[in-house]
């Protein structure tokens, strides 16, 4: 069973311009993110895809497979669906660009989903939330699983609600970690699903998936990450990579 890697790497980001290409530690942030993801002991191949050509220069010179995809793709799996749609492989493997601190470990544990379970079409990653703040925190994407590791809803809300008012700590909630995978039929076909109310409302879209009736499987890890979605975030990153 083949597995690939795939990294969107998008200049254009609203909320912080060029950051894939911020500089911490004096490498470029995609490039960290590559060298982790390289320590997988399952991906096939890891492809990082760009939409502009400073970034591919960029990745080519650091010495990664790098493609040019459409500028105007709405979403990262539109762009890893352009990636993938004519190569010969099983299970797509989205690895957000802005993850400098992804441990590979995950990533693997992700493709295991798929490749150990083939009524799943689709796996995801979450965390055990520790944090009061981040339970109320809209940008912490917090997750509800059945019993079979099966997610039934994503939110910017804090669910399940505390109705009780219980000790924080004595309840269990859980973070969402933006990273997926895929079997690429499945992939291809999501990319023409038409946008969901709840995706549009939460501006999740993974929320797509749960409502045209798929399951998606999540995978439970104790790694932490920090997406960099701010110059703040990006201080933090480089201060805990600096300590080792």
Known sequence: MKVIGVIPARWGSTRFEGKVLALIAGKPMIEHVWLRVKKSKILNDIIIACDDEKVLKTAVQFGAKAVLTSPNHPSGT?????????????????????????????????????????????????????????????NVVKAVIDEESNALYFSR???????????????????????????????????????????????LEQLRVLEAGYKIKAILTDLETIGVDTKEDLKLVEAILQKG
């Open 157 to 203: 809300a804090a669910i399940p609600y505390n109705r009780d008012k219980k000790d924080f700590k004595a309840l269990t909630y859980y973070k969402h970690l933006g990273i997926y995978a895929y079997r690429k039929n499945f992939l291809l076909k999501l990319k023409d699903l038409p946008p969901s109310l709840l995706e549009k409302t939460e501006k």
């Open 78 to 138: 539109d762009r890893i669906a352009e990636v993938v749609k004519d190569l010969d492989v099983d299970i797509v493997v989205n690895i957000q660009g802005d993850e400098p601190l992804i441990q590979h470990a995950v990533i693997d544990n992700l493709a295991n989903a798929l490749m150990s379970d083939q009524s799943a079409v689709m796996s995801t990653v979450i965390k055990r939330l520790e944090k009061q703040e981040e339970l109320d925190n809209p």
